[in-house]
Structure formats: structure tokens, C-alpha cells
């Protein structure tokens, strides 16, 4: 059971929420698509799998909560380790996710999971600013 003062209760929108992931999920693979094949990034089979991953992790929160909880998850954990090419165009899905969560009034997790999310990448970039 979640806390109610970080997670409000509310109704869950059986239009509104699919439809914006189902959005963002195209253009999320469009993008991806393109980077492919314009060769913007070095290509990699473990990169690719982690997006793939993720991508189905957005999709399926998009109609199962515990699943916006496990992209996030990932999206961090991939992120630390550094396992992913893309995360360029996986930011635009949590920033979506990050969307729906304030219009629900999740302040107090989409701040954590920004400052996680932006300390995570400042602590494995390889040039981190000061």
C-alpha cells in the first residue's frame, strides 16, 4: 500500500493515459529508428536490448501503475551502469511519465526521481559539471 501523502489518490483516466504513452512511445521509436540508421550513436546489441526493455516497460505503465515504478527502476539503473545509447530519447519517455505523475499530484516522487535520475547521469558522465 502506498502512502497517501506522497501518492494521492485519483482517477485513473482510461483515455488521457494510454494515449500519451502510446504517442510518446512512437516517437520514441522513431527516434530510436532514425538514430539507428543515421549512425548518430555506436551500435550495440546490449543498447539496443535496454531500450527495447525500456520502451516495453513505458508502454506497459501505461496501462498497469507498477509498471511506471519498474521503467523508472530501470530507466535509473540503466542509466548507472551505463548500459544504454539512447537515453537521449528515454529521458523524453520519463519526462512524460513525470508529466502524468504531477497532473496526479506526485510531487514529492517526480522531484526524487528527477534529482535521483540527475545526479545518477552527472555521476557517471565523463565529463560531470561542477
Request: aromatic share 14%; net charge negative.
Amino acid at each position: 500500500m502506498m502512502p497517501r501523502f506522497l501518492f494521492p489518490s485519483y482517477t485513473r483516466s482510461t483515455l488521457v493515459q494510454p494515449l500519451v504513452v502510446g504517442l510518446s512511445t512512437l516517437f520514441l521509436i522513431v527516434s530510436d529508428i532514425t538514430t539507428s540508421i543515421s549512425n548518430q550513436h555506436h551500435a550495440s546489441l546490449f543498447g539496443d536490448f535496454s531500450s527495447l526493455i525500456l520502451i516495453v516497460l513505458f508502454v506497459a505503465g501505461g496501462w498497469l501503475e507498477a509498471f511506471e515504478f519498474i521503467f523508472v527502476a530501470c530507466y535509473i539503473a540503466f542509466n548507472a551502469l551505463n548500459m544504454s545509447h539512447s537515453f537521449d530519447m528515454m529521458s523524453f519517455g520519463l519526462s512524460a511519465l513525470m508529466v502524468l505523475w504531477l497532473a496526479r499530484s506526485w510531487i514529492v516522487p517526480t522531484v526524487l526521481v528527477l534529482l535521483l535520475t540527475g545526479i545518477t547521469a552527472t555521476a557517471v558522465s565523463t565529463t560531470p559539471s561542477v
